[in-house]
């Protein structure tokens, strides 16, 4: 069974920074795309940053040149650094690998960790 873990999330002040980080256990034979997604109170969850088995990595408009996500697929982490944060990046965040186990490829999610950012 795989499972995520989030953590660092918390509460800081507009133009404040933080890191994310996310570890997966469990059987795992491969991981393909790892990636971070937030949902905001009464919004659907958005993708905010991903990044590729190649090294390619996609933002959301509203997050590229604040936040930078690196995953390391050998360790099974994907850290999220987030600067200048704004009151409206606040929300649950989750992490997100694609990946394979003994029941095959699937994507799986951590339980979330909570942003809020104070103006």
């Known amino acids: 069974q795989v499972q995520l873990v989030e953590s660092g999330g918390g509460l800081v002040q507009t133009g404040g920074s933080l890191v994310l980080s996310c570890v997966a256990s469990?059987?795992?034979?491969?991981?393909?795309?790892m990636g971070w997604f937030r949902q905001a109170p009464g919004k659907e969850r958005e993708m905010v940053a991903a990044?590729?088995?190649?090294?390619?990595?996609k933002y959301s408009d509203s997050v590229k040149g604040r936040f930078t996500i690196s995953g390391d697929r050998a360790k099974k982490t994907v850290t999220l650094q987030m600067t200048n944060l704004k009151p409206e990046d606040t929300a649950d965040y989750y992490c997100?690998?694609?990946?394979?186990?003994?029941?095959?490829?699937?994507?799986?999610w951590g339980p979330g960790t909570q942003v809020t950012v104070s103006s």
């Open positions: 997100h690998i694609y990946a394979l186990s003994p029941t095959g490829w699937d994507n799986h």
């Open positions: 469990g059987t795992i034979i491969g991981i393909t795309d």
């Open positions: 990044v590729e088995k190649s090294g390619t990595t």
